[in-house]
T-cell receptor, first 113, second 112 residues
Framework: AQSVAQPEDQVNVAEGNPLTVKCTYS??????LFWYVQYPNRGLQFLLK??????LVKGSYGFEAEFNKSQTSFHLKKPSALVSDSALYFC???????????FGPGTRLSVLP | EAQVTQNPRYLITVTGKKLTVTCSQN?????MSWYRQDPGLGLRQIYY???????DKGDVPEGYKVSRKEKRNFPLILESPSPNQTSLYFC???????????FGSGTRLTVV
């Protein structure tokens, strides 16, 4: 069965510094990987996805993620954090040929001014 | 505006009283899904639908029912709600499994 781990409940970073939110996955076959962001009292918003191709994927709001097959990871990154990036971030995986998605527990990102 | 609309946003009900949470999307998406969000557990899939009249169980389907009679609508039915179904519920839709979801704004359900 597929699973997703986000090893950090909370990540704190100073504004202007680079940020990384970690995600590791376990799935049989090739994974389809996604990142979502949830702002307070809102639904989740899609940020980016990896299906195939380049290991570095660029998405919305300046975020990018790096797929690493050998480490089964898909970490979310941004070169320069903004206070407005403070939110809850979820990693999700779908097994190739699978029909359902599994989400990680979420990581709360706080960007400090 | 492309969106997924859930109603109601907030609901307090009593144990055993049947309720329906509605979900509608205006993007002609084939794939729709229901999730519940609980602290520390992330989002867990309840049911999903690949198309009209095609539904399947997710990871936590017990106590829930769904139907997909029309492409745009995917209601979630709790026939006999219990306190352990108190949660934040999200409906989501997508063009297909290779695409990201569009989520609704959520329904906060409390069962007393």
């Amino acid at each position: 069965a597929q699973s997703v781990a986000q090893p950090e409940d909370q990540v704190n970073v100073a504004e202007g510094n680079p940020l990384t939110v970690k995600c590791t996955y376990s799935v049989s076959g090739n994974p389809y990987l996604f990142w979502y962001v949830q702002y307070p009292n809102r639904g989740l918003q899609f940020l980016l996805k990896y299906i195939t191709g380049d290991n570095l994927v660029k998405g919305s709001y300046g975020f990018e993620a790096e797929f690493n097959k050998s480490q089964t990871s898909f970490h979310l990154k941004k070169p320069s954090a903004l206070v407005s990036d403070s939110a809850l971030y979820f990693c999700a995986v779908r097994r190739y040929y699978g029909q359902n998605f599994v989400f990680g527990p979420g990581t709360r990102l706080s960007v400090l001014p | 505006e492309a969106q997924v609309t859930q109603n109601p946003r907030y609901l307090i009900t009593v144990t055993g009283k049947k309720l329906t949470v509605t979900c509608s999307q205006n993007m002609n998406h084939e794939y729709m899904s229901w999730y519940r969000q609980d602290p520390g557990l992330g989002l867990r899939q309840i049911y999903y639908s690949m198309n009209v009249e095609v539904t399947d169980k997710g990871d936590v389907p017990e106590g829930y029912k769904v139907s997909r009679k029309e492409k745009r609508n995917f209601p979630l039915i709790l026939e006999s709600p219990s306190p352990n179904q108190t949660s934040l519920y999200f409906c989501a839709s997508s063009q297909g499994l290779d695409y990201g979801y569009t989520f609704g704004s959520g329904t906060r359900l409390t069962v007393v």
